[in-house]
């Protein structure tokens, strides 16, 4: 088997190598990679390579404060004048009884959506309105069901010229081994 000279690794290659190893048929490899991440960490602060956390939370985009803010006033004071307005022009005689309770519906649904939006500008936890997920987390639904995700793991296979397994997916460094692809 090839030896492999972590020590040219830089620090975002070795921290790859940690979590794609497998620890109990290469414990040297694992151990001296250890090793070198610890004395890399003393000389200088360790940056984060990914944007999830150790439990696999990923980061969100939110929307800022100020136009959530001024979005939720524009609903709740929009949306009840518009209401108000739909109500008296459709209380007339001419005009069917129940006409006047989209007015009603108009005024109670951005009342509610104006809520969320201001709670957004106000609160300490906020609600996000994407996600940014890696595939390898959280796989598209709708790429599973038109059957796309299936093409791209086949397509994308390679092997590993120290070991020869199978690497799916874009690892830098072979899950098995650690030697770099």
Same mark, same amino acid.
């Given at each position: 088997?090839? /030896? #492999? !000279? ?11 190598? =940690? @979590? ?11 151990? /001296? #990679? !250890? ?11 360790? =940056? @984060? ?16 404060r100020m136009p959530s803010l001024g979005q939720g006033l524009s609903e709740v004071i929009g949306g009840t004048i518009f ?13 069917p009884e129940y006409w006047s309770l989209i007015g009603y519906f108009i005024i109670v649904s951005s009342i509610i959506g ?68």
């Amino acid at each position: 088997m090839t /030896e #492999i !000279d972590y020590t040219k690794y830089t620090l975002e290659e070795l921290l790859d190598c =940690q @979590r794609e190893i497998d620890r109990e048929v290469h414990p040297e490899r694992a151990n /001296e #990679i !250890d090793l070198l991440i610890r004395d890399r960490a003393k000389n200088k602060a360790v =940056q @984060r390579v990914s944007m999830a956390d150790e439990q696999g939370n990923i980061a969100s985009i939110k929307t800022g404060r100020m136009p959530s803010l001024g979005q939720g006033l524009s609903e709740v004071i929009g949306g009840t004048i518009f209401g108000l307005i739909w109500i008296s022009a459709t209380s007339k005689e001419d005009s069917p009884e129940y006409w006047s309770l989209i007015g009603y519906f108009i005024i109670v649904s951005s009342i509610i959506g104006g809520a969320y939006h201001i709670y957004n500008a106000l609160a300490k936890n906020r609600f996000s309105t994407l996600d940014i997920v890696a595939p390898d987390k959280e796989p598209d639904p709708f790429n599973q069901l038109m059957g796309f995700e299936h093409q791209t793991k086949v397509g994308s296979a390679r092997f590993c010229v120290s070991c020869g397994s199978s690497i799916k997916g874009e690892y830098k460094f072979c899950p098995k081994c650690g030697m770099e692809v």
